[in-house]
């Protein structure tokens, strides 16, 4: 359980005594809130940008992102 | 003020708009005059540059980005604000190996990227045919506080690395938090002290090691000079200075010196910034000389030459490549 806290970045490590299960609860459920946070900027990001940018003033035409001219 | 006859032992006569003057007012040169009027005004400095930037003359003229092998980029508008980048690049890439130093493993990569650059709002996205993800966020939050975010994800678990950063500018400082993964913490703050000195300092804090750092900078500018000086508790002195000596053309050097490995390097570089090409090459103690050329054909079309020879090493990289796109 120490590795897989600290592998995510956490900044208390989860060293000496137990800590109350509230605190461990939390720590649990914010290290798999920041898995789901990186496979969504993974994934999402430049589909982000995309959807973003072809919604932005003049906008430009779905054919203009596909061809290479 | 005085009788227009002088007195001086045989003073030369003063500069014919100037009213006539006695004593040592005569032998001082007129510029006295306009200096004591630009008084420095201690409340209206200028902004100074953002601490990680303080060296940044330096870097860009003394750090092109040197590669090895093929680089074809382009990049295509479709929008003042939005445009698509395709990235092809084929040669080798420098691994560090547990036997021999370094190795050259010959890699090719196409990179697709996104940018989104707006005044307030800035994306940068690129991704590799490997999975890797390289993004960049800089967000305007108010007129005074800008959000940065820089990220490389990597579909290995464990090899993803993040930094948040809060830029806060104020009217003669500037002020930054920093936030990491691997429980990185740090803040630098750099105020403007005179019209051409700015002295900042920075502290980190690296949560999994306990190792924490302080380290102290100073610029110091002109109009034709730049020299930075730069000391931290890692053991690490770096001094640069950057010298413009015409429009077209600046010469930079660079001293670093690494007290807990001893280690010294030392270089000297020039930047010729031409009508039709950029032109860069530097000179290393270590035995490295490089230099870096931007040819610009055409509107938009840009030729890209690299060499680097390491006469120590005897490792010997030349590169060449293709821009096209603003």
């Known amino acids: 359980m120490a590795s897989r806290v600290s592998s995510k970045g956490k900044g208390k ?7 109350g299960p509230t605190a461990r609860f939390v720590k649990e459920w914010s290290t798999w809130t920041m898995k789901k946070a990186k496979v969504i900027a993974h994934y999402g990001f ?24 | 003020m005085g009788s227009s006859v ?5 003073p030369p006569p003063p500069p014919s ?55 074809f980029d382009f990049t295509k508008g479709l929008n003042q604000k939005f445009s698509l980048s395709h ?13 021999s130093g370094t190795i050259k493993v010959p890699t090719a990569h196409y990179e697709f990227g996104a940018n989104f650059l707006d005044p307030k709002l800035m994306l940068i996205g690129r991704v590799l ?3 890797r993800l390289n993004a960049r966020v800089k967000c305007d939050l108010t007129d005074n506080l800008t959000l940065k975010i820089n990220a490389q994800l990597t579909n290995e678990p464990h090899f993803s690395q993040g930094m948040f950063n809060f830029d806060y500018k104020g009217k003669d400082f ?63 002195v770096a001094l640069c200075y950057v010298q413009k000596v015409s429009e077209k053309v600046s010469l930079a050097s660079d001293f670093m010196y690494n007290h807990m490995t001893r280690d010294v390097t030392s270089s000297f570089g020039y930047d010729y910034i031409l009508r039709q090409c950029r032109l860069r090459g530097k000179l290393d103690s270590s035995g490295c000389v490089a230099a870096f050329l931007e040819e610009r054909l055409n509107m938009g079309v840009n030729f890209i030459l690299s060499a680097e020879i390491d006469h120590r090493k005897k490792d010997y990289k030349f590169g060449f490549g293709m821009t096209v796109g603003e």
């Open chain 1, 13 to 19: 490590a989860g060293r000496g005594a137990e800590d």
């Open chain 1, 46 to 69: 430049i589909p982000l940008i995309i959807v973003i940018g072809m919604n932005s003033e003049p906008k430009p035409h779905l054919s203009q992102l596909l061809s290479p001219v």
């Open chain 2, 6 to 10: 002088s007195h001086a032992a045989a």
């Open chain 2, 17 to 71: 708009p100037l009213p006539p003057a006695v004593g040592l007012a005569v032998a001082l040169p007129s510029k006295a005059e306009e200096k004591s009027e630009k008084k420095v005004d201690y409340l209206n400095l200028p902004c100074p540059v953002p601490f990680e930037e303080i060296q940044r003359e330096a870097l860009m003229s003394l750090k092109p980005e040197l590669f090895e092998g093929l680089r």
């Open chain 2, 87 to 99: 990235s092809v690049y084929m040669g080798s890439t420098e691994v560090p190996s547990p036997s």
């Open chain 2, 129 to 131: 045919t490997d999975g």
């Open chain 2, 174 to 236: 500037r002020a930054q938090y920093q936030m990491g993964n691997n429980a990185f913490y740090g803040a630098n703050y750099i105020q403007s002290v005179t019209p051409h000195l700015s002295l900042g300092s920075e502290v980190f804090w690296l949560g999994h090691q306990r190792k924490s750092g302080i380290g102290f900078a100073a610029r110091y500018n002109t109009d034709k000079m730049v020299a930075t000086a730069q000391v931290a508790s890692t053991g690490i």
